[in-house]
């Protein structure tokens, strides 16, 4: 790689996880040159695009087309609301821009069809951000392909977020009108329990649910055949009020007679002294392994420590700046990523038939 290249990049939108272009910034290869977004977007998104960019003393265009042909970027970072993920890296692809965007690529299945083809027919690269360089995740890849525990028979994901979604379940009376989901993801923006900004209200599964799927996806490499999935409203009082899940469970068929299940849920910010119950067991012919996802990490406690603050935190994580690793390399060779806009489109595609299993009661084939 040449370390001394650098990449420009516009950042389209910054309306939910304005970490992914603060991460992209983070690295040396990559210089944010402006922020530009729809005109016609609400007031709310305008002032989140303004904020982030006088924190990083770049411009703000209400124009796209305007934006990539006055700064000529190599580069766009996609944080919208989910619905516009795919309008917007459309639009970027088509002027010949890499993509990085953020999860979940898509709630509508067609949207990612119709990216994965202006993506292939403009032939950039894609990063669909993940957690897949986390220190106890590519341990366990190292092991898996090592032979450690022989042959991979079954996997299990535990993926339960500490974060709060607004009020508790039960707390709205009788005579209250249901929580406006919009509303409540702009009101709650500030302490970051905005799980899934967007005008469509959606469940955990659908929000979180590429992280365990791609954990999955790495460590086993096979397709899945079938899926059966369970869901609930258990925890807060916007998903019961919208019909949407907390807390689910999934099991998958796989290829080569691989069993594979998960459980995710948004399950309170009380609720676990991290970031949350993060955790994969795996069964091998000759073997088993129990992988934590905050290993490694150290316990932090003093005096007037805020309540929100997690004690326990994580240590040597340096995922984000290995995305970025990841991400620079593919540009200057052509390489894959660990997960791109075609491996998002199938999680997005299986996640579909999740939804579809858990409202029928019975198995979906794939």
């Known amino acids: ?8 990049v516009l950042v389209l939108s910054v309306v939910k996880h304005a970490y992914i272009p603060e991460a992209v ?30 924190r990083f003393s770049i411009p703000y265009l209400s124009d796209i087309t305007g934006a990539i042909k006055k700064y000529r970027p190599d580069v766009a970072v996609i944080s919208s609301e989910a619905e516009r993920h795919c309008e917007l890296a459309v639009e970027a692809a088509k002027a010949g821009l890499h993509i990085i965007v953020d999860k979940p690529l898509s709630n509508q299945l067609h949207e990612c069809d119709r990216l994965v083809n202006v993506v292939r027919a ?12 986390m220190p106890a995740l590519q341990q366990t890849l190292s092991a898996v392909h090592a032979g450690r525990i022989g042959k991979l028979r079954a996997i299990h994901c535990d993926f339960y977020f500490a974060k709060d979604a607004g ?4 707390s709205r009376s009788g005579n209250d009108p249901p929580i406006n989901w919009l509303k409540r993801q702009i009101d709650s923006h500030a302490d970051g329990s905005d799980g899934a900004v967007g005008i469509q209200p959606m469940g955990e599964l659908e929000v979180e649910g590429i992280y365990p799927l791609a954990y999955i996806h790495a460590l086993c490499g096979a397709s899945i055949k079938s899926v059966f999935a369970r869901t609930a409203s258990h925890f807060h ?4 009020d919208h019909s949407i899940d907390d807390l689910a469970t999934v099991t998958l068929e796989m290829e080569g007679g691989i069993v594979g299940s998960l459980c995710i849920g948004r399950i309170g910010a009380a609720s676990h002294p991290d970031l949350g119950a993060i955790k994969l067991h795996l069964i091998g012919t000759e073997g088993s392994l129990v992988v934590h996802e905050s ?3 150290v316990a932090s406690f003093y005096r007037g420590q805020p309540a929100s603050e997690f004690p326990h935190r994580r240590v040597a994580d340096q995922y984000e700046y290995l995305l970025m690793e990841e991400f620079a390399k593919a540009i200057e060779t052509g390489s894959e990523t660990s997960l791109d806009v075609t491996a998002g489109r199938e999680i997005c595609r299986i996640i579909d038939a999740c939804l579809r299993s858990a409202r029928s009661g019975s198995v979906i084939k794939l």
Do not use: Y
Request: proline share 7%; net charge neutral; no cysteine.
């Open 237 to 240: 009082q916007a998903h019961v």
């Open 167 to 170: 009020p508790p379940k039960g």
């Open 122 to 133: 403009a032939d950039v690269r894609t990063l669909v951000w993940n957690r897949n360089f």
């Open 295 to 297: 290993r490694p990490e």
């Open 25 to 54: 910034a983070a690295h040396r290869q990559f210089e944010l040159v402006a922020v530009a977004d729809q005109l016609g977007v609400p007031e709310w998104i305008h002032a989140r695009n303004q904020d982030f960019a006088e």
């Open 1 to 8: 790689m040449d370390e001394s290249r650098r990449f420009r």
